[in-house]
Structure formats: C-alpha cells, structure tokens
C-alpha cells in the first residue's frame, strides 16, 4: 500500500444516511475470493434504483464519494472497504463514519474525510465534478469551494505513509528497544536467563 498526500479525481454523491457495510457488500458476495476483486459487488442491491447516483454514465470513474452522515455502519465486515478500494475510491466525505469501518477504511488507503453536515451537503449540490483533496492540509476543493475536513491525526499519519497497524507499530521501532533495554537494566530479574545464562527452566514429570 502506498501513501499519498494529495489526490485529484471525479467526487460522486451519493445523498443518503446510515449507508450500512451490508449495503456496501452484501454478505452473500464475501465468500469471493479476494484477489477476484469486490469492486462489482459495490452497493449491489441498490443499483438500478431509479436515480442512482453511482449508475449514472457521469459517475464512471469517479474516485471519491460524498455521502451523508453514519457511513459504514453496521457490521464490521472488512470486505466493504474492499469493495470500495477495488472500485477505484480513494476517498469517502461525509459527516461522520462508523468506527470500524473507518478504522479498515485507513488501514486499506481510503481516506474517511469526516467533514460538517453543512459542507457535505454543499459538495452533494455540486456533484459530480472533479475536486482535489490535499490530505496534509486537511482540506477540500471544488471550483470556488474549499472545505477542510477532520481525521485522527495518527489515521493521518498512516494514509500519508501508506501504513496499516504493523507498519506504524515498526516506526516506533528505536524507542521499544530502548525501553527494552532500560527494562533490562532496571528489573534484571524478568530476564534471568539473558543476564546470568541460567539453562531454561524445565517443566513436566521428567525434571
């Protein structure tokens, strides 16, 4: 996964609340195999709705969504964040995400711009249309319209590295082997075989 600072791509809306994970990808379509790519299975059972935004020949290939608030609700299911990612969004804006989803979201290099209900509604109005999201600086831009946005700063962090878990965990890696090591010298007791090389203790019948 690669980090990113800025990125510039078609913005879809999709004017709705409480877009749930079993919208995003129902479950019947999870036993797919991951490389096989989810991207098709994204909001299956919506499409063909009369007016749906993503099937709209002027969404095709649009890059960012914008919804409306709780997106990524519902069950913690992973594979709705894949769908997304496979389908080529690179961002989700909306007024506020479900925990999970957006805690996946960023370990998967999609962006969870939460932003205020009002300004959500303001790109809604102009959508679709090319807008430029500059993730350092936090903020939005569309024509004349520039909004920021909010995201934990080590969320943050971990999309402009292009890091999941692990990687941010690695970064501190000089720090955890200095307090390994001051450990070490103040309770030399925890590591008794490392400092006196005492054999290993046995256990069982056999001792």
Not at 45 to 70: I, M, T
Not at 88 to 113: C, Q, Y
Not at 121 to 143: F, R, S, W, Y
Not at 188 to 204: I, K, L, Q, S
Request: hydrophobic share 45%; net charge negative.
């Amino acid at each position: 996964m690669s980090g990113w600072a800025h990125h510039d791509g078609l913005a879809v809306g999709l004017a709705r609340e409480n877009i749930d994970t079993d919208q995003l990808i129902p479950a019947r379509f999870m036993s797919a195999p991951r490389n096989a790519g989810y991207g098709r299975f994204l909001l299956h059972d919506l499409r063909g709705e009369p007016g749906f935004a993503l099937d709209d020949p002027a969404a095709k290939g649009a890059s960012v969504l914008v919804a409306r608030r709780n997106f990524g609700g519902g069950s913690s299911r992973e594979a709705a964040v894949y769908a997304l990612v496979d389908a080529g969004f690179r961002a989700v804006i909306a007024p506020s995400f479900g925990d999970i989803f957006a805690g996946n979201a960023v370990n998967n290099g999609l962006l969870p711009a939460r932003v205020t209900t009002g300004a959500a509604e303001a790109l809604l109005a102009c959508l679709p249309a090319a807008l430029a999201i500059d993730l350092a600086a936090q903020t939005i831009a569309l024509g004349d319209l520039t909004l920021s946005f909010d995201i934990d700063p080590i969320w943050k962090t971990k999309l402009l590295n292009g890091w999941d878990d692990i990687d941010l965990t690695a970064s501190y890696r000089a720090e955890i082997a200095g307090y390994a090591k001051a450990r070490r010298g103040a309770a030399p007791w925890v590591w008794p075989n490392e400092t006196r090389g005492d054999p290993a203790p046995t256990t069982g019948s056999d001792q």
